[in-house]
C-alpha cells in the first residue's frame, strides 16, 4: 500500500540553525500539507501546497517557514532559524484532492528538538 | 471557524468491553469529520470519515462512528476492545472547500489484559 514516507525521523539542532525536513508524499497525490504538534497540544494545521504553490498557509507559518517541492517526489519544510518552540513533532500529508472531503495521508512524523 | 473538543485525554478499558471515545465538533459549515488513529511510531491513519448520507459510519478494525448534529458529536465506538487496539486517537473535521484538518487533542486508549 502507498505510503507517505518522513526523513528523518528525530532531528535535534541548536536553535538559530536551518533545518529542512523531507517528505515524499503518495505519487499519484496533488495536495501536500504540513502539520505540526507541539508535545501535550493538538495538531495544528501549518501549510498546504498545491500546483507548486502554497494554497493556504496558518497565522504559525511566518516569514521563518518555507515549503519547496524541489523534484517531483519530495516535498520539504524548511525552518530558517529555529527557536525553542520550533521543538515539536511535524507531519507530512498528501491528499488526491483538495476538498475537504478527500483523506489525507499522513506519514509518521520528524521529531524535532531545539536546544 | 472550525473547532473539535474530544472529552478525555486518556480511557482505559478491559478487553472485551465497549470502547466509547467522545468527540463533539463546532463549525460554521457543514462538516466533514474523521477518526483516525497513531500507533506508536506510526503515522496518522485513517479509521473512518463522515462526508455525507448514513450518518453511521463504519471504519477499520471494527470502529463505527455516529455523526449526530443536533449533539454536534461524532463519537467513535467499538463493541469488544482488543488489546491491539491501544493506541492514540484523533477527531478531526473540516469543511466544505477548506481541506485544511483540525483536530482534536487526542485520546490515549490503553487496553487491558
Known amino acids: 500500500e502507498p505510503e507517505v514516507t518522513q526523513t528523518p525521523s528525530h532531528q535535534v539542532t541548536q536553535m538559530g540553525q536551518e533545518v529542512i525536513l523531507r517528505c515524499v508524499p503518495i505519487s499519484n497525490h496533488l495536495y501536500f500539507y504540513w502539520y505540526r504538534q507541539i508535545l501535550g497540544q493538538k495538531v495544528e494545521f501549518l501549510v498546504s501546497f498545491y500546483n507548486n504553490e502554497i494554497s493556504e498557509k496558518s497565522e504559525i507559518f511566518d516569514d521563518q517557514f518555507s515549503v519547496e517541492r524541489p523534484d517531483g517526489s519530495n516535498f520539504t519544510l524548511k525552518i530558517r532559524s529555529t527557536k525553542l518552540e520550533d521543538s515539536a513533532m511535524y507531519f507530512c500529508?498528501?491528499?488526491?484532492?483538495?476538498?475537504?472531503?478527500?483523506?489525507?495521508?499522513f506519514g509518521p512524523g520528524t521529531r524535532l528538538t531545539v536546544t | 471557524a472550525q473547532s473539535v473538543t474530544q472529552l478525555g485525554s486518556h480511557v482505559s478499558v478491559s478487553e472485551g468491553a465497549l470502547v466509547l471515545l467522545r468527540c463533539n465538533y463546532s463549525s460554521s459549515v457543514p462538516p466533514y469529520l474523521f477518526w483516525y488513529v497513531q500507533y506508536p511510531n506510526q503515522g496518522l491513519q485513517l479509521l473512518l470519515k463522515?462526508?455525507?448520507?448514513?450518518?453511521l459510519v463504519k471504519g477499520i478494525n471494527g470502529f463505527e462512528a455516529e455523526f449526530k448534529k443536533s449533539e454536534t458529536s461524532f463519537h467513535l465506538t467499538k463493541p469488544s476492545a482488543h488489546m491491539s487496539d491501544a493506541a492514540e486517537y484523533f477527531c478531526?473535521?473540516?469543511?466544505?472547500?477548506?481541506?485544511?484538518?483540525?483536530f482534536g487533542k487526542g485520546t490515549l486508549l490503553t487496553v487491558n489484559p
Open positions: 500529508a498528501s491528499s488526491a484532492g483538495g476538498f475537504g472531503y478527500y483523506e489525507q495521508y
Open positions: 478531526a473535521s473540516s469543511g466544505g472547500s477548506n481541506y485544511k484538518l483540525t
Open positions: 463522515y462526508t455525507t448520507g448514513a450518518t
